[in-house]
């Protein structure tokens, strides 16, 4: 193929199909890029959002290709093909020779990606397991088994073995639900849900880009099955007619989906306090607050969201694992200056 790009700004390319194009979109692409990356790859830079055919994205790496189609691919920088460990401090409360428990702390990166090549969680890993822990479950994410988003923390379980890699790995797929696996999260939101307890059962896809998740009709191709189910635990500047300013909520997870949490309770109008993603909008209701309630939740920088109860089967021994997290002290402090507040 001639050269097909009209244009290249950075680690994005711009190309349109040829007279002669046809076939699945990533053997095209794949062609396209001479080689620069696998079939497999290219799938997954589709797959994750990375690829726009014709001004929208293309989500399926099986969409068929027209001639005159046009495509902007959001190209990923070199990486360093493996991480290096590096002494980074973890707060580990579990370990033997299959698995290590351990809180992850709000502003860790579980893995290295695009803009976080060092100072992840699997780089701290990498340093306190040695050896050991290369390439169990992969180069980039050994070890890895589920994750936490950057700026939530909590309570995170990763494999020392390729077997329990494998254990593990089967219980979060199959999302507790024939097995103990459970994951439970306390989450600060905006106002109080009508109902005090409840399940969200919304299928989450992407929202457009890389990274945002949105609630998606069920039979959209990239909808995925999302279920939370939250129970309110406290209320605060609660007013006789029952409604709150803000709430601190429980959700377990049936599912496992990307900002699952986050992108649920927006869903239903109570997104998470700091959240720069679902919750902007919400920000100004802060003003509401009594001082220092209102400056407390002004700084507060990121996302109310802390994982703090992880269940499991262990992969050898078959015990069922209990571990639970303190909540960290910038959601501590959050949640006092909240009560004083009234």
Same mark, same amino acid.
């Given at each position: ?14 190309? %349109? ?39 929208? @994205? #293309?989500?399926? $790496?099986?969409?068929?290709? =027209? @001639? ?7 190209? $990923?920088?070199?990486?360093? +093909? ?36 060092? !100072?992840?969680?699997?780089? #701290?890993?990498?340093? *306190? ?12 994410? +050994?070890?890895?088994? =589920?994750?936490?988003?950057?700026? %939530? ?11 329990? *890699? ?35 059962? #919304? +299928? ?6 890389? %990274? ?29 007619? !029952? ?8 959700? *377990?997870?049936?599912?496992?989906? %990307? ?7 927006? *869903?239903?109008?109570? $997104? ?19 001082? @220092? ?21 262990? @992969? ?11 909540? +960290? ?14």
């Amino acid at each position: 193929m001639n050269d097909p790009f009209k244009q290249a700004t950075g680690n994005r390319k711009v190309l %349109t199909a040829n007279e002669s194009a046809a076939g699945r979109l990533d053997a095209f692409l794949t062609e396209a890029l001479s080689g620069e990356f696998s079939r497999n790859r290219i799938k997954g830079l589709i797959e994750q959002g990375a690829v726009s055919m014709n001004g929208s @994205p #293309a989500l399926e $790496p099986k969409k068929k290709v =027209h @001639p005159g189609d046009t495509f902007e691919i959001a190209l $990923p920088e070199p990486e360093d +093909p493996e991480p290096k460990g590096e002494a980074i401090p973890l707060d580990v409360i579990y370990e033997d020779d299959d698995l290590i428990v351990l809180v992850k702390p709000a502003g860790l990166v579980v893995h290295p990606g695009a803009g976080n090549w060092t !100072g992840t969680l699997v780089n #701290a890993l990498i340093h *306190h397991c040695g050896a050991s822990l290369s390439g169990i479950g992969g180069v980039r994410r +050994p070890g890895i088994v =589920h994750r936490l988003d950057k700026d %939530t923390s909590g309570v995170m379980v990763v494999a020392k073995n390729d077997a329990a *890699h494998r254990h593990l790995s089967d219980q979060f797929a199959d999302h507790g639900r024939t097995g103990p696996l459970e994951r439970a999260y306390r989450a600060i939101v905006w106002g109080r849900p009508r109902q005090l307890k409840g399940t969200i059962d #919304a +299928p989450l896809g992407r929202a457009g880009d890389r %990274t945002k998740r949105a609630v998606k009709h069920e039979e959209r191709e990239d909808a995925r099955e999302a279920i939370t189910h939250y129970e309110v635990v406290e209320r605060y500047q609660e007013k006789p007619d !029952g409604t709150a300013l803000v709430s601190t909520v429980e959700c *377990h997870l049936e599912t496992g989906r %990307t900002h699952q949490i986050r992108v649920h309770m927006a *869903h239903i109008g109570h $997104p998470l306090l700091g959240d720069p993603d679902y919750g902007a909008a919400f920000r100004t209701k802060a003003n509401l607050l009594p001082e @220092p309630a209102k400056a407390v939740v002004n700084r507060f920088p990121r996302q109310a969201l802390h994982a703090f109860m992880l269940q499991f089967e262990h @992969p050898s021994s078959g015990e069922t694992m209990h571990f639970e997290a303190a909540m +960290p002290a910038d959601m501590e402090e959050l949640i006092a200056a909240l009560r004083t507040a009234g």
